[in-house]
């Protein structure tokens, strides 16, 4: 396949497979919920949506490729494992797309939380265009790849780089998101910071996990915010996660804030546990100070805008390490 054969067929896999009209999508997401109950049938909605208007528009695929004169117009055989993270809906989709694009060879390494959509995505490529059947090559173990592409967590990383080291890499640790208010946000920009807090139960490395407030800042329109995503109580893994949380905050006799299941504490870690959220008081005149190894995304005046994580562009690429450039340099 050329560019613009791997362009087409992304772009049919968007417009003909990710529908409600599918039946065999239908089927895939309540599958997929059945095997992980984070993956609620409107978050998995939520990242198909995202990954049809942001990334398989054939006009912003063309764009995107454009911008990398390198890659190859046929087939590389450069073979890249893709390790797989699988902590929201789908969240490898856009590593798959990358190599392929590349015209490279994906050996695929698919996370046991997200098993059903993935493979219903590549299923779809190769009902799509059977040549891509001699592309996506899924495998339990990577071996005797060309390069690498791993997601995972801390602990994981370490473990990526002795076996992945040697060879071109691209490892991803566990990372976060912030948001830094001033106070003067509106009702609006605060219901869209609900989004980035809360969609896909908080679980994404581009979900907010702390806010920046200044002193005396006022709690209240947050929590009524916040208030949107109170039915996440209902789900009995969100409600276990709470539980423990409220008990261990309530034992430390701690302040903290509950905005109808999802709880505010001040803590200075960006890093905040499962229907949590921590905050932290700026003066003013001051910068917010955090690890900035440690941040995916900053949202806020002067940074992101509200209710746009989740909504991130094919060249918003995770840690900010450009992947398709990384692709199209290999061999």
Not at 78 to 104: C, E, Q, R, T, Y
């Amino acid at each position: 396949m050329n560019i613009q054969a791997r362009i087409d067929a992304f772009f049919t896999l968007g417009d003909k497979y990710f529908n409600a009209d599918n039946p065999g999508f239908q089927e895939a997401k309540a599958k997929a919920y059945n095997q992980n109950a984070w993956f609620l049938p409107e978050f998995i909605e939520q990242s198909s949506k995202q990954i049809i208007t942001q990334f398989l528009q054939k006009e912003e695929m063309t764009n995107w490729v454009n911008l990398y004169p390198a890659i190859a117009n046929t087939n590389t055989g450069i073979k890249v494992g893709i390790v797989m993270a699988g902590n929201i809906p789908m969240v490898g989709f856009h590593d798959l797309l990358s190599v392929l694009i590349a015209g490279h060879t994906a050996i695929v390494k698919l996370s046991s939380k997200d098993t059903v959509l993935m493979q219903f995505v590549i299923d779809a490529l190769f009902e799509i265009n059977p040549a891509f059947k001699a592309l996506i090559i899924v495998q339990e173990q990577l071996k005797h790849c060309d390069a690498y592409i791993a997601t995972g967590s801390n602990n994981a990383g370490q473990f990526f780089e002795q076996y992945f080291g040697k060879y071109p890499n691209i490892i991803r640790k566990n990372k976060t998101s912030v948001a830094i208010l001033t106070g003067n946000e509106t009702n609006a920009e605060l219901a869209l910071l609900a989004d980035d807090i809360l969609l896909y139960f908080g679980m994404g490395c581009r979900n907010v996990t702390q806010i920046w407030v200044p002193k005396q800042y006022d709690f209240i329109p947050l929590l009524s915010a916040l208030k949107k995503y109170d039915y996440l109580i209902d789900q009995h893994k969100f409600k276990h996660n709470y539980d423990y949380q409220l008990a261990l905050l309530m034992m430390n006799r701690q302040f903290y804030m509950d905005a109808g299941g999802i709880l505010l504490s001040e803590n200075p870690s960006p890093f905040a546990a499962i229907s949590q959220i921590h905050y932290q008081f700026y003066s003013p005149g001051q910068i917010p100070e955090f690890d900035r190894k440690e941040i995916q995304c900053i949202v806020g005046k002067d940074h992101l805008s509200f209710g746009s994580l989740q909504q991130p562009t094919l060249s918003q690429y995770a840690d900010g390490v450009d992947t398709l450039e990384f692709l199209s340099s290999l061999g």
